[in-house]
């Protein structure tokens, strides 16, 4: 059973991945982007790791996507070709694609991770735990985030402010 | 029968691909930026599987922390493409050549 969720949930998300990079319009591919994050969010499920199916949606779906989807909307999309395949670049392509098939093949091949998941784990699922380790081993790479979160706001508002024209611009 | 940490891990990697293939033959800048995204979630998931299958925590709290980072440098590099296509007029990654000439 779990098996049979756990294919299907993998088939859907990688071809919503695929859907993200073959999309012509940017349109399309942030909706495939999407529905790849909800397969995504349901293998989380499936590992236990409820509360980041949770934040994965939250996060993603309901912010990153949506910001996607509205500077899409604000910028022009329109003119140039989707793809880019000459000369160099579709060679380091294919190297790269080899590389990445090579890879993959190794880790089909030879990896041996062995061994299910602990049965009675409850590790994952429960909140206290989370807040125990945020709040004790993880405490300074919280308080780092929160800086992080802070500069990026700062960042945000400085980049969009409108600055004068000036003739370098150009 | 449940999946083994193989297939989660392949899973992954292949997820990742994908991603990277994106950000290899796509010419819109936003395109290749929804492409890393692809990459950091597949990540993601390796992390949250190997958490997962050796019974600790760790690997989860980090995706806390890669979550938050991508959010913020979401907002970020979109600021920064809007930015450019005010100064430029374009997304398209091949006419941002100034610093080629």
């Not at chain 1, 590790?123 to 800086?147: A, C, D, M, N, R």
Request: charged fraction near 10%; aromatic fraction near 10%.
């Amino acid at each position: 059973m779990e098996q049979i969720a756990f294919t299907c949930l993998a088939f859907f998300a990688v071809v919503c991945a695929l859907g993200v990079v073959l999309s012509k319009n940017a349109v399309n591919g942030a909706m495939c982007l999407l529905l790849c994050l909800a397969g995504v969010a349901g293998l989380f499920i499936q590992l236990h790791a409820y509360l980041l199916a949770f934040i994965l949606v939250l996060v993603y779906a309901g912010a990153v996507v949506a910001l996607f989807l509205f500077i899409i909307m604000l910028l022009d999309m329109q003119g140039g070709q989707p793809w880019k395949l000459r000369g160099l670049q579709a060679f380091g392509a294919v190297v790269s694609a080899l590389l990445l098939i090579t890879g993959l093949n190794a880790l089909a091949v030879h990896g041996r991770l062995g061994g299910g998941p602990p049965e009675a784990s409850t590790v994952g699922s429960s909140l206290e735990l989370y807040s125990y380790q945020l709040f004790t081993t993880y405490l300074l790479p919280v308080q780092v985030i929160g800086f992080l979160l802070l500069i990026a706001m700062l960042g945000v508002i400085v980049l969009s402010r409108r600055t004068r024209e000036t003739p370098e611009t150009k | 029968m449940t999946p083994t940490l193989d297939a989660y891990v392949m899973l992954s990697a292949l997820l990742f691909a994908i991603g990277f293939l994106g950000v290899l033959v796509r010419r819109n800048t936003l395109v290749i930026y929804m492409c890393l995204e692809l990459m950091l979630v597949a990540a993601t998931l390796a992390l949250v599987a190997f958490s997962r299958f050796n019974g600790t925590q760790d690997g989860d709290v980090f995706v806390f922390f890669i979550l938050t980072v991508a959010a913020a440098e979401v907002a970020v590099g979109l600021a920064i493409i809007v930015a450019l296509f005010r100064a430029r007029q374009t997304v398209q990654v091949d006419q941002l050549d100034s610093l080629k000439h």
